[in-house]
């Protein structure tokens, strides 16, 4: 504790006292003279900050009479003012003893209960929390708090966590944990950038700063300062970054730019610079506001605030953006996940599912703990403890999974007498037993102009092909054409790339077909400008074999064909279907019509006129390699778009 706190303390107690004793209807449960002589001497010592004179006198008042209640009850708070541990063990033993059903005993049943959950006595820490609960009934923030680790100990009696006891857990390389103190860690999603807040020392006079560190050839490099316009005089911290760096959302306190105590800030990268952060309005308050966690692509926001209109204390909240990339007004993620106490912290993954948060609200090991929840359509499911391994009776919090969801970071606190006197980032392997969702891989490249050889910015989408849904939507930098998206285990995507001007471009993306998909996939992107001639593949029409009936899951390619002529009205295109060689010619040039002619007839519904389209059937004749197995054949069978 802070000096200043401690004697803020102290002069609220003194203060509390002498009025009380200054009352003339003032009752002290006692009948012994010298003992209330001594009492108000004790008053009169603190008045002068004589604290130990004070103690004194209030020790020699129970020595007069063992049930005097007031000189417990002050003698606890100087007790634990001055972090006097064995002392204040002894008088709650007192307490038990000679008034065993009491207020001061329901504190003191606490306090022994606390002791006891710490050193795993499980039955006898139960036993005594639930007699305090009993005696608490004229103290309900005492009972609460009672209630709180009753709800504790029977968790820890009847689970024991989900995450293995094997788990390895390593510190960082020392030079990224050479600070005092460093925490809130975070990767992107080819781990090969780290950022984190540190800073020198404990006291308020060291500045907290965001620091970077880069890995090459498999070593992170010294962790220097992420750039001087967003580090400044003021405190920057508790960062979080979207999958390639580009968006960095950060807290600032004190800030006259900002709304109230602590506000969350964002910055762009453009190149290798990043832009002069700014507070994101929409989603400040007059309130505190901290804890951001940036999803993948940049399009939702997961915070802690002590706004009005939460469950409890502090509660997690979530802003998204629309489809004009403007933040919505935030929403609080409800009972499910925030309690009547604090929820802070929230790490969403990148699989864009599984949110991990701090708590002490719901039941744990012991003061604040990791949890987890998963999203299952729009709700989420209820939080699970992450197990006794990382969490304890202490405080535990700023956890972060990797995308790949085989290694994780979480910062460890020492303290002494509740003062933070170090932390460092820790780090642990994922065993395969441990699921929290599905994992991911990266999918990286640069967008081109398939002419210039430019280096351009364009907008990268994936979109499940089972529920048409965008999941994963960011436009590529705008100086280096530069993009990382995110794809998820056992999820086959629709992937688009366009920009105005330019025909867009389709792929097929699964993470189960890569080879290896721990290592990212690498994907350049070629756009071609909107000419005579030009031509795309449309790699996500499908056909039944032998069939020229479009199925279901062509109908995002077709929007997107539709789209494209809508905003270019004056352009004709020619639609030519291609085959493989399999089969009698005559049947391959027939079908391949008829598949042209679909695509067409789906364009016409969407209001297009006829004379815009020309549908061709080339069969097997234009082949684009030599159809020698199955995956060469797979290419050979196309729908073309071409500009007349």
């Known amino acids: ?146 209630l709180q680790l009753l709800q504790n100990v029977k968790f820890v009696r009847g689970e024991a966590g989900n995450i293995p006891e094997t788990l390895e857990i390593e510190p960082l390389n020392p030079e990224l944990n050479k600070f005092q103190l460093q925490y809130f860690p975070a990767m992107t999603a080819d781990e090969n950038f780290l950022i984190f807040t540190a800073r020198q020392g404990t006291h308020d006079m060291y500045d907290e700063n965001i620091y970077v560190s880069k890995k090459q050839n498999q070593k992170w490099g010294s962790p220097q300062p992420i750039s001087p316009s967003i580090n400044s005089k003021d405190n920057e911290g508790t960062s979080s970054i979207n999958a390639d760096a580009r968006f960095l959302v950060f807290t600032k306190c004190g800030s006259p730019e900002g709304q109230g105590s602590c506000d969350i800030f964002m910055a762009e990268r453009v190149g290798n610079v990043w832009n002069a952060p700014k507070p994101i309005g929409m989603i400040n308050s007059p309130y505190w506001d901290s804890h951001p966690s940036i999803s993948a692509d940049g399009r939702r926001l997961f915070f802690t605030s002590a706004r009005p209109g939460g469950q409890g204390k502090m509660d997690i909240w979530c802003a998204e953006k629309d489809t004009n990339s403007k933040w919505q007004v935030p929403y609080n993620l409800g009972p499910t996940i925030n309690t009547p106490f604090d929820e802070e912290t929230p790490f969403l993954h990148a699989n864009g599912q599984t949110l991990y948060f701090a708590s002490d609200g719901h039941p744990g090991f012991g003061k604040v703990d990791l949890f987890y929840t998963y999203k299952v359509g729009k709700n989420w499911e209820k939080p699970k403890n992450l197990g006794k391994v990382i969490n304890t009776s202490k405080d535990e919090s700023a956890l972060f999974i990797t995308a790949s969801g085989k290694t994780g970071l979480f910062c460890i606190e020492e303290r002494r007498d509740r003062e933070l006197i170090s932390s460092e980032i820790r780090m642990f392997r994922i065993p395969a037993s441990f699921k929290n969702g599905p994992s991911c891989t990266f999918l990286a490249g640069t967008i081109f102009d398939a002419v210039s050889k430019q280096r351009i910015q364009a907008n990268i989408e994936l979109v499940n092909r089972e529920t048409g849904k965008v999941e994963f939507s960011i436009e590529s930098d705008k100086e280096f054409g530069s993009y990382t998206a995110v794809i998820q285990q056992s999820t086959k995507y629709a992937m688009f790339v366009s920009r105005p001007g330019y025909l867009f471009q389709s792929y097929v993306v699964d993470m189960d077909s890569l080879l290896s998909p721990e290592v990212g996939f690498k994907k350049d992107v070629y756009l071609e400008p909107i000419r005579a001639g030009a031509s795309i593949v449309l790699n996500n029409l499908f056909f039944e074999s032998g069939q020229s009936d479009l199925l279901p899951a062509s109908v995002l390619e077709l929007k997107k064909v539709g789209r494209l002529m809508s905003l270019n009205p004056t352009i004709k295109i020619e639609i030519s279907g291609h085959t493989d060689n399999v089969g009698k010619d005559a049947d391959n040039q027939i079908l391949s019509q008829k598949r042209a002619l679909a695509v067409v007839e789906n364009l016409t519904r969407q209001g297009i006129v006829k004379i815009r389209l020309m549908a061709v059937g080339q069969g097997e004749t234009k082949p684009l390699n030599d159809n020698a197995d199955e995956d060469k054949r797979l290419i050979n069978r196309r729908i073309e778009f071409k500009v007349l």
């Open 1 to 146: 504790m802070q000096l200043k706190a401690v004697f803020l303390f102290i002069f609220f107690v003194i203060s509390c006292f002498k009025s009380f004793a200054q009352e003339s209807n003032v009752i002290l449960h006692t009948e012994n003279e010298k003992a209330k002589q001594l009492f108000f001497k004790a008053l009169d010592f603190q008045r002068g900050r004589r604290f130990d004179l004070a103690m004194q006198s209030l020790e020699d008042a129970l020595k007069k009479d063992e049930k005097f209640e007031e000189a417990y009850n002050l003698l606890i708070k100087d007790y634990e003012m001055f972090g006097f541990k064995e002392k204040l063990k002894k008088l709650y033993d007192q307490v038990l003893k000679y008034l065993p059903e009491s207020q001061l005993a329901a504190k003191a049943y606490l306090n022994l209960a606390e002791a006891q959950f710490e050193n795993n006595e499980l039955a006898m820490a139960q036993e005594n929390v639930e007699k305090s609960a009993k005696f608490s009934n004229k103290d309900m923030a005492l009972k609460v708090k009672a």
